[in-house]
Structures are given as structure tokens and as C-alpha cells.
């Protein structure tokens, strides 16, 4: 789909004539791509390059990629918890191969929380059953009790972490009606 200033649309006579790459699309078009399940798959802003998108069976973003990560090869991870919340999110440093990207997306990716140190790579509460060991955690969210104060700070010397309780976020609610909770973490060293 292609939606285009006016500036982009000028000289343009026939429908189907210009390319996506052409440069005034570039600079003033908004440009997106579908999947087969009419997910977007791609965006393009004007004045950007492209943003790129993978979903999990279940139509949650998991992967996405900007032009200025992909640069470096990296992406951003968004992991969910067994009821579909975001559980947390952070960044792999590698590219992901189509094969992996259409795994994703033929599988339901989940987390559970957890205080049991052999399942939890990162000392966040979460498992880490999909790119295992690769994710830098960025926001964790937990949800419906408090059991996450027991988890402590981090086992690794570079990862400080502190600890931010929110009170006041009324739109996103657990079932159980406990505000949720989240712990921001700043990369040192």
C-alpha cells in the first residue's frame, strides 16, 4: 500500500509505473507491505529507510528492525508472557535468517516467569526458551503479584539495575488487578 504526499505524486501518470524505490517516493511517501496473513511486514516514512516486522503465530510482534539497526545487525525482541502480555523486551545483535523469521511465525512465542536461576538466563524472572542467550533485556514487565522482588539485581558485574514500581497505569491492568511492575535496567561497563 502506498500512501503519497502530493510532491510524491507529481509526474506520476499511470498507477503501477513507479517503482518503490523511486527517489520522490522515498522522500515523501509512506509505503507498507503485507504479509499473506495482511500483517505489516515492511514500513517505509519518508526521509526513512525501511522497517521490517515479524510476527508470531498468534499476530504479536516479535522481531523489528530499523534502518539504523540493521546497520549493525541488530533487532528488537518483544517477548510475551502465557496470556499474551508483553513480558519484556530487548535487542539480539545478529542478523535472523528467513528460516528463523518464518519459525516465528509459525510458532507461539511465550515466557513464563520464573525464580528458578537455571531457566532464567538474565536474572529477570523470565525464561528464554527463543534466541537463547542472545537477547540484551531492555524493559521487563511482570504482572499480578510481587514475586519478582525476590529475583534481586543481577547476577553479572555490568548490569545495574533499579527498580521502578508504577502505581498510576491505568491502562494496562492484570487480570487480577494488580498494577503491573517494571524494572529498568542501565548497561554499564
Given amino acids: ?19 518503490v524505490d523511486d527517489e520522490r517516493l522515498k522522500r515523501y511517501a509512506y509505503v ?9 511486514s515492511g514500513k517505509r516514512l519518508p526521509g526513512q529507510d525501511w522497517i521490517y516486522m515479524v510476527y508470531d503465530k498468534a499476530d504479536r510482534l516479535v522481531l523489528m528492525q530499523d534502518g539504523k539497526q540493521r546497520q549493525s545487525s541488530q533487532w528488537t525482541v518483544t517477548k510475551y ?65 510481587y514475586d519478582f522482588l525476590e529475583l534481586g539485581f543481577g547476577k553479572n558485574d555490568s548490569l545495574r539495575a533499579d527498580m521502578t514500581m508504577s502505581p498510576h497505569l491505568p491502562s494496562i491492568r492484570s487480570t487480577k488487578g494488580y498494577s503491573p511492575a517494571w524494572r529498568s535496567m542501565t548497561w554499564t561497563g
Fill in 1 to 19: 500500500m502506498l500512501r503519497a504526499a502530493p510532491l510524491a505524486a507529481d509526474g506520476i501518470t499511470t498507477p503501477g509505473t513507479v517503482s
Fill in 32 to 40: 507498507y507491505r503485507y504479509d499473506h496473513r495482511r500483517r505489516c
Fill in 81 to 145: 508472557d502465557p496470556l499474551g502480555r508483553v513480558a519484556y523486551t530487548g535487542y539480539i545483535e545478529r542478523e535472523v535468517t528467513q528460516a528463523e523469521q518464518e519459525l516465528i511465525n509459525n510458532i507461539i512465542v511465550t515466557e513464563t516467569f520464573t525464580t528458578d536461576w537455571s531457566l532464567d538466563l538474565y536474572n529477570i524472572g523470565y525464561t528464554c526458551k527463543y534466541f537463547i542467550g542472545e537477547v540484551w533485556p531492555l524493559t521487563v514487565y511482570y504482572y499480578d503479584n
